[in-house]
Each structure stands twice: as C-alpha cells, then as structure tokens.
C-alpha cells in the first residue's frame, strides 16, 4: 500500500530534550515536507526537500532541523524542544514539486513538551 | 494577501441534505487547487483536485468541486451528506508565487463540517 508513515504517533516529552520523529513514504517521491497544525493557524510549513541531500526552509524552521540522506526518509529534529513547539506534526511527499504534483499526508504526530 | 480563504469556520447540514463548503482563492495565473479532508485524530486525506480542463472535478467519497474562474472559488460539493463526513476540510492552492521559486501548498484556515442525523 502506497503511503507515508510517521512515528511516534504521540509523544509528550519535557524541555530540552532532543527527540526525533521519523518519516517514510514508499511511493518513490521526490518531494517531502514536514507541517505543524495548530489551533486558528491551519497548517504551516516548517522545512521541506527536493530531493535526496536538497532541503531548505519553510515558513516556521526555528527550533526544528532536517535531513534527507535516503529518498524514502525525511526526519524531524527537535535539538532541544520548547513548550511552544506542542503541536500536531504531518510529513507529507509528492512525486516532484510541480503546481499539479498532489502531496499526500501521514497520519501525524501528536507532540507535547512539557 | 491571503491566496485562500475559507469563510465559514463551520458548516452545519442535515443528513441527506446537500452540502457546500466553500473556497475562495487569489492567485494569479493558472491555479492548482486541493481538498483535503481530516477526520478526528487522522492525518489529512487527498480528496481531489482541479488542474484544467472540466469545471466541475470528481473525488473521493462521492465529493465534487466546482472551479469558477470568474469568481475565483473552488466550492466542495455533495448532494447527500452522511454523518460521517463530518470532518475538517482543507482547501488549498500550490503555486511558486509565494515562495523562493519552489511550489509551495498552501492552506485555508480549514472548516468544520458537521452533518446531524
């Protein structure tokens, strides 16, 4: 089955305290992204990759790094979380990025620092 | 300026009844437009999307939407809501035109659909 997994599904972790979440898709995509959705802000971007070794800054990277070594994984670090970075985190990937190029989702991360 | 609007925080519809939810966008060129859907503590799930050509575009879970150039909406449609397409819904544009060159999704504030028996 195509599609993009993410683990952990939920993690409460406390300040400080580098944590990692892990993202893979199967469908051979160039393209990947990570988001965070919070409450009356929607969905923002916080880095995405072109491709393997390419990656670069979305809307919202403070606190977070990325790195894309294998065309099938993209990771989420946290180096040392903060409180405000409690969210809910999706990986999502397209084929390529192209304007018709659809982006499909991972079921989330449920992150809280505490 | 904001490239994709949701005006209704919440849309409330009796099963069996049509739905809308709605969608605006502003974008100049051709725009490339999306419809995610999330259902409570699931990720968000590819509905369909229009890049040309019919209007009028077939997704999943018998939903529709409708592009209109002149209006500058992408309304999602379906003529018999179930219950169980009460969910968020996102709509969303991709376009290089906000970005350093690379094409960037992004989103509307989303809205909540909710279908009552």
């Known amino acids: 089955e195509a599609q993009v997994t993410q683990n952990p599904r939920y993690l409460i972790t406390v300040t400080g305290k580098k944590l990692t979440v892990t993202c893979s898709q199967n469908m051979n995509h160039e393209y990947m992204s990570w988001y965070r959705q919070d409450p009356g802000l929607g969905l923002r971007q916080i880095y995405y990759?072109?491709?393997?070794?390419?990656?670069d800054k979305g809307d919202v990277p403070e606190g977070y790094k990325v790195s894309r070594k294998e065309k099938r994984n993209f990771p989420l670090i946290l180096e040392s979380p903060s409180p405000n970075q409690t969210s809910l985190y999706f990986c999502?990937?397209?084929?390529?990025?192209?304007?018709?190029?659809?982006?499909?989702f991972g079921p989330g991360t449920r992150l809280t620092v505490l | 300026a904001q490239s994709v609007a949701q005006p209704e925080d919440q849309v409330n519809v009796a099963e069996g009844n049509p739905l809308t939810v709605k969608c605006t966008y502003s974008?100049?060129?051709?725009?490339?437009l999306f419809w995610y859907v999330q259902y409570p503590n699931r990720g968000l799930q590819f509905l369909l999307k229009?890049?040309?050509?019919?209007?009028l575009v077939k997704g999943s879970y018998g939903f529709e939407a409708e592009f209109n150039k002149s209006q500058t909406s992408f309304h999602l449609k379906k003529p018999s809501a179930l219950v169980s397409d009460s969910a968020l819904y996102f709509c969303?544009?991709?376009?290089?035109?906000?970005?350093?060159?690379?094409?960037?999704?992004?989103f509307g504030a989303g809205t909540r659909l909710a279908v009552h028996p």
């Open positions: 990759s072109m491709n393997v070794e390419v990656t």
């Open positions: 999502a990937s397209s084929l390529k990025d192209r304007e018709a190029d659809t982006q499909y």
């Open positions: 969303a544009v991709r376009s290089n035109r906000f970005s350093g060159g690379y094409n960037k999704l992004i």
């Open positions: 229009y890049i040309t050509g019919d209007n």
């Open positions: 974008v100049s060129g051709n725009p490339y």
